[in-house]
């Protein structure tokens, strides 16, 4: 158990933190150019020019395009029907078919919105050329926006990623290995030999609590050095916030994985128990998609779900540097928690079957 | 024979005389998800906001109206100087504050240019692009829709079609891979720590002093969780069409039978498991977390692989969920055929072979 418990940090940090990124890759485009005129081919050339897209391939054929698509080879088909250029000066209206696969929605919206703003500026500029218009005194108006990224001005992913797998590690190791000691000691025969003692219920379960307290804080302590030697996230909160939070966190996460461990009378049970806490409480956490984008009765479930508060205060803790000013609701709200889960846990302990 | 179907019948006792478990071994599969079809998407619903108008006319006021109006944004505070924007965001209620220069409509209608500052609370990178993004586009429109009145005379007009996901619906990006997911973790964890527990309890040698051979006490063990594991494959099959809208473009036998493929290749990863290791919760941490974390992260259910670092991408190609996720979208969302995802197809394959065959040798006869 003890090389789990220090490799598995380690692993976590390098695969979570590099893999977790949504940054969007350069979209693939592939062109049915049918026209083949001037217009067209500046078209073309916009698209290659945008650093967003990446002309993969040319194609005769919107059947050879849409093959294409089908192997998962290109993302995009532009397609420019003959007549392109005529009809757009002609009929002072042309069209150009975008194909998009949509099978990641969120791609495909952004995709779209750069691509109408590719095709928007040849426009203007076309417009421009033909009624001899000088660029400059068109009459559009503009409102730029500048965002600007606090706390993590270049976006690295790293930086928001390392205090969540910490809050992982955390909740992993507490919850598992509380979660399945108990039932260990049901199924080994020993716990028969505790009962006859004379210790108290209470004692019992303090007694449990006290060594994996100690274990996750001790985690979390070699995670956050590995983050720092590794990644060097900053720590900008206080640790004494940081270790105070951790330890409360801690006793509710633990007290809950001993209640399924007085709860599951087969090793097994407990396990499927715990590991359906473990990742329903993970995923609706905000780990890897915010808590922003579920629907409103996942958030108000989040109320019971004591990751997403860890998750939210180590991020801020380290990456904002809050105080327990800032975060006096959330650390009040774990602590009735912790307080709630650990009587139950008691109560349901018995010593007598 | 008939000792190798006494022995399939005693697994099935095994499993279903444990009520409690079969019911976890059902239900969870059911809630995960539910739970994570409705709850993992990167479509962002009433972000907490706020906003610093320092103008106050009529522009920033529509900006405003448009931005909130939007479903996407929620007004949590309004600001009246740049030094409360680091208090709200300490407070973490606020994700965005959004803060319009002075004299906003006075800049625009004269200079045709006016200024918007979005400040977005980075601590949570992947939600502050996503914020910003949006923020962006809405700002867009509401110039594009100022500028529609001076009149293109030639326009170029941009048609647009979503393949494959026409609404631009999430879950089509992760019903397979919570698919994947789910059978990968069920399969695999059964068969280890079944066979981890036999050998805890010391059951195992009984069996191996029987005249079975190695060979048949394997497949005789899988059989069962192929069963059970095959039935979760068709109740969330079942629960993806008719819950999530989820299409099967394609042939429903060639998608059961590679989901079968793939059942039969996570059971060989859980003897894999559990023929390295003797103890029940050691198979269970091995199984949990050698697979699970990388099924999440390393197969292109949540996050994209071609961001990814290369060495990663190169991790990525042997993980079979990333296969595996691959052949669903290509026969459920975009209806193809066997010709088109042989390939993946032979790679389940191979790499069920090389699991059960290491295993077959790994297995003991003897126990130490």
């Known amino acids: 158990m003890l090389p789990i418990i220090f490799v598995l940090p380690l692993v976590q940090l390098i695969i979570l933190v590099n893999a977790a990124t949504m940054e969007m890759k350069n979209l693939n485009v592939i062109v049915v150019d049918q026209d083949l005129s001037v217009t067209s081919r500046q078209l073309v050339n916009r698209f290659s020019a945008s650093p967003f897209f990446q002309l993969s391939d040319w194609s005769a054929s919107l059947t050879e395009a849409e093959e294409a698509m089908e192997r998962g080879k290109v993302d995009i088909i532009l397609n420019i029907p003959g007549n392109f250029e005529i009809d757009l000066v002609k009929d002072n209206h042309a069209e150009v078919q975008l194909l998009i696969n949509a099978i990641n929605g969120t791609v495909a919206g952004i995709g779209y919105s750069y691509a109408a703003s590719i095709i928007g500026g040849l426009n203007r500029d076309i417009i421009a050329k033909w009624y001899h218009i000088p660029k400059n005194a068109f009459t559009q108006l503009s409102i730029a926006t500048k965002p600007s990224f606090w706390y993590n001005p270049e976006l690295n992913y790293k930086v928001f990623m390392v205090p969540a797998v910490l809050a992982i590690l955390v909740t992993v190791i507490g919850m598992f290995l509380s979660g399945l000691n108990i039932v260990q000691e049901k199924a080994l025969g020993t716990i028969e030999q505790i009962n006859v003692t004379p210790i108290r219920k209470y004692q019992f379960i303090f007694g449990k609590l006290i060594p994996f307290l100690i274990i996750g804080l001790v985690e979390l302590a070699f995670g956050l050095i590995v983050g720092k030697l590794l990644f060097n996230i900053p720590i900008n909160g206080s640790l004494f916030v940081l270790f105070t939070t951790a330890t409360i966190y801690l006793i509710t996460i633990l007290g809950i994985g001993l209640l399924i461990s007085t709860l599951a009378r087969t090793l097994q049970q407990s396990i499927f128990i715990s590991f359906f806490f473990i990742m329903v409480f993970m995923m609706m956490s905000g780990l890897f998609t915010s808590v922003e984008t579920m629907p409103n009765w996942a958030r108000s479930i989040n109320i019971i779900n004591p990751v997403a508060y860890f998750m939210k205060l180590v991020r801020t803790i380290l990456l904002k540097g809050s105080g327990f000013r800032d975060i006096y609701n959330e650390l009040v709200a774990l602590i009735i928690y912790g307080f709630a889960i650990l009587s139950l846990a008691t109560w349901r302990y018995r010593k007598t079957e | ?368």
């Not at chain 2, 448009?66 to 680091?86: A, C, P, R, T, V």
């Open chain 2, 1 to 368: 024979m008939n000792r190798f179907w006494g022995f399939i019948r005693k697994e099935f006792f095994h499993i279903f005389r444990d009520k409690q478990t079969l019911l976890i071994l059902f239900g969870m599969p059911i809630a995960q998800m539910l739970i994570f079809g409705f709850v993992i998407s990167n479509e962002i619903r009433d972000v907490g906001i706020a906003i610093l108008d320092q103008s106050n006319d009529v522009a920033t006021q529509q900006i405003t109206d448009k931005i909130l109006s939007s479903g996407y944004f929620l007004l949590e505070d309004n600001l009246s100087n740049q030094d409360e924007i680091e208090k709200v965001f300490r407070r973490g209620k606020v994700k965005e504050v959004i803060v319009f220069e002075p004299k906003f409509e006075r800049n625009l209608v004269r200079t045709g240019k006016a200024n918007v500052q979005i400040i977005a609370d980075a601590s949570d990178a992947n939600l502050a692009n996503l914020i910003t993004t949006y923020t962006n586009g809405i700002i867009h429109d509401y110039v594009n829709q100022k500028n529609i009145l001076i009149s293109k005379p030639m326009q170029i007009v941009p048609e647009v079609r979503m393949i494959y996901n026409e609404q631009l619906k999430g879950s089509f990006m992760f019903v397979p891979g919570i698919m994947a997911l789910i059978l990968m973790l069920i399969s695999s964890m059964m068969t280890s720590i079944s066979i981890a527990r036999e050998k805890e309890m010391g059951t195992m040698e009984i069996l191996l002093v029987s005249p079975l051979k190695p060979i048949q006490i394997i497949v005789g063990k899988v059989m069962a969780y192929i069963v059970l594991a095959f039935i979760n494959a068709v109740t969330i099959l079942l629960l993806g069409n008719f819950v999530f809208g989820i299409p099967i473009q394609g042939s429903i036998i060639l998608l059961l039978v590679e989901c079968m493929l793939y059942i039969i290749l996570s059971l060989s990863l859980g003897i894999l498991i559990s023929s390295i290791t003797d103890n029940q919760q050691v198979a269970m941490m091995m199984s949990a977390f050698a697979l699970m974390l990388p099924v999440l992260l390393l197969s292109g259910f949540i996050f994209p692989i071609e961001n990814m670092p290369q060495i990663l991408q190169w991790i990525c190609q042997i993980m079979p969920a990333k296969w595996f996720i691959i052949i669903i979208k290509s026969i459920m969302l975009k209806g193809l055929g066997i010709s088109y995802i042989w390939k993946e197809t032979l790679i389940l394959i191979g790499m069920t072979i090389l699991f059960l065959s290491i295993s077959l040798k790994k297995f003991k006869i003897r126990l130490d």
